[in-house]
Structures are given as C-alpha cells and as structure tokens.
C-alpha cells in the first residue's frame, strides 16, 4: 500500500487541482494534514484528513500523518510514504510505478524529477550536494549554489545525497528506522537533515530522472532579516552542527 502526506498551509484550492487526488486507486491512500484552519472540503474516496494541531512545523506535521496510517490504517513497514506537496502536480501512475521500481532496486529512499513548468523545460533544482558552510552563505548573500546537480547531465537513475521534501519517497519501516523527520527544525533543512541521516547508515537517496511532476513553487520571501530568511539561517546552523555530530559519531562506531 502507498500512503501519501499532504501538508497544507491553507492550499484548499490548488490541493483540488493536482493530479493524484481524483485518480488514487485501491493502492493509494491520501492524508492531508491541515496545517491551519481551513476548509479544504470534499475529497476523493482514499483521501483523509488531519483537522488540528496547527502552526507545526513541515517535518513534525508529516511525522503525525505518519503515526496517523500507522494507528489507522496498520500501514506495515513493507508499505510506501511519500512525502508530497500541494503544489506538486502528479499522476498516481507516477507514484505506483516509482514504488515498483524501489521495490524492485531494494531502495529504501528515493526522488523523482520535478520541473518548474508544465512545458518541462525547466528544471526544479530539488536534487544537490550536501552544502558546506561556504555553500549556505553563498546561496544566502549571492544567490549561487554550487551544490545544485545539474539534472540535464541526469540520464539513468544515480545516488544523491539529498532531495528536496516537496516530493520523497520511503518504505514506511525505512522512515520509522530513521525516527521520521527532526522536529526541532521548523521549516527549511529538516530535508537536508534526514536524507544525511539517511546516507550515514547506508542508504543514501535515489533519484530516478525517469520519474516525472511538475512543482509549481512559489518560494516565500527570503529578503535579508525576514521571517523565512531568518528561519532559514537558524536551521542551516542547526544541520551544520548536527552533521558534524553525526559525523563524530559515525568515526567513534566504526573503532
């Protein structure tokens, strides 16, 4: 079975126009977790929703809709959660035959291919590097991020250090192993955070080019000393640290 979250920060209207809610099938079941009032209104027959608990941050949101199919629905660690935004325009033919595909690579993490525009021609940047220190003041101050993977030069499937949490993909015993997301980051980098802890235990993510959506983003405003600005720089500090722990005691397990 494949369970899908939804994190919605009052998308009531776009949550009704992406792809996958009117064609889920008997192997998809939707959960949309509210993130603030709002009144998202009829869904399809495999569509649920999660009516509380608002102003939480991304990763603690998706790791309630987890606990929520895992006490619902039993969903068993040989299922599939795919973390999904509102804003990605998706076919469930997509997502059943990228679970197929991980089931037959024995892949535990995975990413597909998202673009900016319905045409396909623009790339989203949602698969990179891990970022130095160097790289995340750079990205701030100069807007250039070389840590970016440049998917043109992407033809077979390849393993990647980490994707972006608008679209990832994880057998639902993999995500629990990982103990879900870090909830102590509120928005921005809890993707970064767990694909790394991911990668450090022998799984790293898979993108799979061949996969297809389109991410009709619009980014919040990162201006100097803004909300989101600020919120950024917190949890960026906050991997760098926590990455140079993990890393410490990754060198102390292996002695």
Not at 36 to 65: M, P, Q, R, S
Not at 91 to 97: E, G, P, R, Y
Request: proline share 2%.
């Amino acid at each position: 079975m494949i369970y899908i979250s939804l994190v919605s920060h009052g998308h009531s209207s776009i949550i009704h126009e992406i792809g996958c809610i009117n064609s889920l099938s008997d192997d998809c079941i939707l959960v949309i977790k509210n993130n603030k009032i709002d009144d998202v209104g009829l869904l399809g027959e495999h569509a649920y929703i999660i009516d509380e608990c608002y102003g939480l941050g991304f990763g603690h949101n998706n790791n309630i809709v987890y606990q929520y199919c895992v006490d619902n629905f039993g969903m068993l660690e040989s299922d599939y959660f795919i973390v999904l935004n509102p804003d990605v325009l998706i076919t469930s033919n997509v997502i059943k035959d990228l679970v197929n595909t991980m089931k037959n690579d024995d892949v535990n993490i995975a990413a597909i291919n998202l673009f900016r525009d319905e045409l396909k021609t623009i790339y989203d940047n949602s698969i990179r590097q891990f970022p130095s220190f160097i790289q995340f003041v750079s990205s701030f101050l100069r807007k250039s991020n070389t840590s970016i993977i440049d998917k043109s030069k992407v033809y077979t499937p390849i393993k990647i250090d980490w994707a972006a949490g608008s679209f990832l993909a994880f057998q639902a015993g993999h995500y629990r192993k990982l103990m879900g997301f870090d909830q102590s980051y509120f928005m921005y980098c809890e993707d970064i955070d767990i694909c790394y802890r991911s990668s450090i235990i022998g799984y790293p993510v898979t993108y799979y080019p061949q996969f297809e959506a389109i991410h009709l983003a619009k980014h919040a405003n990162r201006k100097f000393l803004s909300k989101h600005f600020m919120w950024h720089v917190c949890s960026a500090v906050r991997f760098l640290f926590s990455k140079s722990g993990y890393v410490t005691m990754k060198s102390i397990l292996k002695k």
